[in-house]
């Protein structure tokens, strides 16, 4: 005979464990008021998990395999002001290291805990993890709450209006998705107590050093510090300038500011949840009513938040979404498996001045405006290096701060013409782009500081600078910054060609392309490619003899 919840001991306990992973924020916290409401005692709870924090030594910059410093570094800054925030509460943030379900679990056999409180993770890691822990929770007579609240709407409603399947286009996401849910408003003026912690090995936030980076080296670390308290400072300053808010559209950002980014650069805080999704919806509704007039979605702020939206539950419908191998969504591309071009790419050693100092900016800052992160994904795969996109995806995923599952891998297919966009023939130029914003080279000389003397008609190609003003600019193209690992003209007409024949085996198959029918197309498309090189060699020679 099954017990009942209440006649369970493990269950039986009027405590609440609140278990933070994303989310981590006093205001708008779901899980945090249900779990504190009616608790005689409350124990706050942040897993430390290996699986993304243990140190890499073969990482290509510092950090673990899947995050870099600067994200880790943010996460532990968004942690120390949480539990300072929980402090004034009469709280604390108990900190344990492990794995995450397996230390959950543990805490509820040592704890006397009748509600377990985690906000609701739409990705494949943590739904996972999930539903061990709430398997425990449920046969051991807990009562478990997991409530959406990282993003604006639920996933799975949308999904169940769309009739079971993900809306595949933003027109139709927004028409079904509606209006959000407001933000809950409850104002602490303090939480129940932390209880008996028992044997459980509780620690406060670690700091890098702890976690075994305390010879890490890095000479600069991003600018932008974590927590909800800066989330919500910088939320303020951005909602002070209503016509900024009212007016702001994408396109129209500058992706080579960087003392003042053109953005809000709030996207770590939503990442981590420092920042709630709906309370900054809310407060841009709030300007948008004092305003005469304002943009509207795609490109307005609000249109921003839909995107978010959008990807997540993109993701969340479809399996596979993050690789392009049976993934039912993703076009099916031979792209290549180049490990020198991805590494110079990654490195910023491409030649290209504008790509390199956006993958500089990215590695010292772990962020970079969001046409930046067009142009480097675009040169990277379908514009001039044809390398897949899953590696630059697994670059972005571990470099930026607010690296983001589903946000992340929707971008890649986008901007590689995998899935969403599929106008392949329009790519962004490494050399013209970034000169319609900065035609002085500002940005490339702050990060490449090697040609912080090169005139500015040369900044953006310095290959075709003559050699006596290379030598005048301290920097010779091919010693001391690389020659271009390609020609644009010739790479990106060759991408083309590319994606043509990609597109047209996906078309004839139906979209269902075999690895074998993706052999027989890359070698065919190698095998053009070579004979095309050997054809430009050979005029190359009759042009020298002409």
């Keep these: ?161 769309n009739g079971g399947k993900p809306p595949l286009s933003y027109q139709s996401f927004v028409k079904l998705a509606g209006e959000p849910p407001s933000p809950i408003s409850t104002v602490y003026s303090s939480l129940p107590p932390v209880g008996h912690l028992g044997s459980c090995d509780i620690s406060e936030v670690p700091t890098l050093r702890d976690l075994g980076y305390g010879d890490a080296e890095q000479d600069e670390f991003s600018p932008f510090k974590g927590g909800e308290s800066e989330a919500l400072k910088r939320l303020d300053e951005c909602m002070k300038d209503k016509k900024w808010v009212a007016n702001f559209e994408k396109p129209k950002g500058n992706p080579s500011a960087f003392l003042k980014p053109a953005t809000t650069v709030l996207s770590p805080y939503l990442k981590f949840g420092c920042l709630s999704a709906r309370y900054f919806y809310q407060r841009i509704q709030e300007v948008y009513k004092s305003m005469p007039k304002h943009a509207s979605p795609p490109v307005s702020l609000i249109g921003q938040l839909l995107w978010r ?107 590689s013409c995998s899935s969403f966009f599929y106008q392949y023939n329009r790519i962004y130029s490494p050399t013209t782009f970034g000169k319609k914003y900065d035609p002085n080279g500002d940005f490339i000389r702050h990060f490449l500081p090697v040609l912080k003397d090169m005139p500015r008609e040369y900044i953006y190609e310095p290959w075709t600078a003559p050699k006596s003003i290379q030598n005048k600019a301290n920097c010779i193209i091919g010693k001391d910054y690389p020659m271009s690992v390609v020609s644009h003209d010739s790479a990106s007409k060759e991408c083309r060609r590319k994606m043509g024949e990609a597109y047209a085996l996906n078309k004839e198959l139906n979209g269902l392309v075999s690895e074998d029918d993706l052999k027989k197309l890359r070698r065919k498309l190698d095998e053009s490619e070579r004979q095309g090189q050997q054809g430009g060699a050979k005029r190359y020679k009759q042009q020298l003899i002409g």
């Design 1 to 161: 005979m099954r017990l009942s919840p209440c006649a369970n001991i493990m269950g039986s306990g009027s405590g609440s464990l609140v278990w933070f992973r994303k989310g981590i924020r006093i205001h708008d916290n779901p899980a945090l008021e249900f779990a504190s409401r009616g608790a005689s005692h409350l124990y706050p709870v942040f897993v430390i998990d290996p699986h993304y924090m243990e140190p890499d030594p073969n990482a290509s910059t510092p950090g673990s395999s899947l995050a870099g410093l600067n994200r880790i570094k943010f996460l532990l800054e968004s942690l120390v002001d949480l539990d300072l925030n929980l402090k004034t509460l009469g709280s604390r943030l108990l900190i344990l290291k492990g794995d995450p379900a397996e230390v959950v679990i543990r805490c509820l056999k040592e704890w006397n805990v009748g509600k377990l409180c985690f906000e609701y993770d739409t990705e494949p890691y943590y739904q996972a993890l999930d539903v061990k822990v709430k398997n425990f929770a449920l046969d051991a007579g807990i009562e478990v709450f997991s409530p959406v609240s990282h993003t604006l709407f639920n996933p799975t409603d949308i999904i169940k209006k």
């Design 309 to 415: 939206e959008f990807f997540y539950t993109a993701a969340f419908g479809t399996p596979n979404f993050d690789r392009m191998t049976g993934n039912r969504i993703c076009k099916q591309v031979p792209w290549k498996d180049d490990d020198k071009l991805l590494e110079a790419w990654r490195e910023g050693r491409t030649g290209f001045p504008w790509i390199d100092a956006i993958m500089i900016q990215l590695r010292k800052w772990g962020w970079m405006h969001h046409l930046a992160r067009h142009s480097v994904a675009c040169f990277l795969t379908r514009g001039d290096l044809f390398v897949h996109w899953e590696r630059g995806r697994d670059v972005f995923g571990r470099l930026l701060i607010d690296s983001d599952w589903a946000i992340n891998n929707g971008n890649w297919m986008w901007l």
